[in-house]
T-cell receptor, first 115, second 112 residues
Framework: GAGVSQSPSNKVTEKGKDVELRCDPI?????LYWYRQRLGQGLEFLIY????????KSGLPSDRFSAERTGESVSTLTIQRTQQEDSAVYLC?????????????FGPGTRLTVL | DQQVKQNSPSLSVQEGRISILNCDYT??????FLWYKKYPAEGPTFLIS?????DKNEDGRFTVFLNKSAKHLSLHIVPSQPGDSAVYFC???????????FGKGITLSVRP
C-alpha cells in the first residue's frame, strides 16, 4: 500500500508570508505526528494527533504554528508570518494506534525555505 | 538541552567490517529506544528498536545494545554493506508519550 505522502516537496516563501504543508498518512493509521529537522539538527517533535483525542501541541515552537487533522485522514501544518528560522524540512509520520511500541512511518518531508 | 546525543557526526568503515554507531541519553524516563535510517531526499525509515527491559535486540545484520546504567546504546551492523551508507538517527520515547526525541544523526559511509 501507499506510504505517507507530503506536499509540496519543496516550498520557497518570503519572510512574513503564511504557508500550508500537507500530509496524507497511511490509510487506517489513527496516529499522526509532525516533526521538523533544521540544518545539522535532529528531528524535533511538533504535534501529535491520536484519533479524536485533543492533540498534543507541546512541541509547537510558537503561536505562529498550528495544525489540523480531519478525522483520521489528511493533516495540514500552517505557519503564519514565516521567519527565516522556520526554514527546515517538515516531516510527517503516522502509526497504527499511536502507542509507544507502534512504528512511526515517515513521509519524504517538505523542505521549506524562508527568504 | 539535548536529551539524545550522537556525538560523532560521521563514521567510515570498509565493506564487510563492523559498523558501531553510538548514542547517549540523559533522560532516565526514556524506556524505548529506536534507530532510524535516512537516505537523502527520503523520510527516515525504522530499523530496529529495544525496550528498557532488554539489553540486546538482534535483527539480521543489525543488533542494538542498551546499557541503562551508562545511559548508552549502540547499533552494530555486521557485515557492513555499501547500501548501508546513510544517516542513522537514534531516538527515544517515554511510556507516557509516543513522541520521539531524536539525536542529530550520524552519517555512515561504507567503502567498497
Amino acid at each position: 500500500g501507499a506510504g505517507v505522502s507530503q506536499s509540496p516537496s519543496n516550498k520557497v516563501t518570503e519572510k512574513g508570508k503564511d504557508v500550508e504543508l500537507r500530509c496524507d498518512p497511511i490509510s487506517g493509521h489513527t496516529a499522526l505526528y509532525w516533526y521538523r529537522q533544521r540544518l545539522g539538527q535532529g528531528l524535533e517533535f511538533l504535534i501529535y494527533f491520536q484519533g479524536n483525542s485533543a492533540p498534543d501541541k507541546s512541541g509547537l515552537p510558537s503561536d505562529r504554528f498550528s495544525a489540523e487533522r480531519t478525522g483520521e485522514s489528511v493533516s495540514t501544518l500552517t505557519i503564519q508570518r514565516t521567519q527565516q528560522e522556520d526554514s527546515a524540512v517538515y516531516l510527517c509520520a503516522s502509526s497504527r494506534q499511536g502507542g509507544e511500541w507502534d512504528t512511526q512511518y515517515f513521509g519524504p518531508g517538505t523542505r521549506l525555505t524562508v527568504l | 538541552d539535548q536529551q539524545v546525543k550522537q556525538n560523532s557526526p560521521s563514521l567510515s568503515v570498509q565493506e564487510g567490517r563492523i559498523s558501531i554507531l553510538n548514542c547517549d541519553y540523559t533522560n532516565s524516563m526514556f524506556d524505548y529506544f529506536l534507530w532510524y535510517k535516512k537516505y537523502p531526499a527520503e523520510g527516515p525509515t525504522f530499523l530496529i528498536s529495544i525496550s528498557s527491559i532488554k539489553d540486546k535486540n538482534e535483527d539480521g545484520r543489525f543488533t542494538v545494545f542498551l546499557n541503562k546504567s551508562a545511559k548508552h546504546l549502540s547499533l552494530h551492523i555486521v557485515p557492513s554493506q555499501p547500501g548501508d551508507s546513510a544517516v542513522y538517527f537514534c531516538a527515544a520515547s517515554t511510556g507516557a508519550n509516543s513522541k520521539l526525541t531524536f539525536g542529530k544523526g550520524i552519517t555512515l559511509s561504507v567503502r567498497p
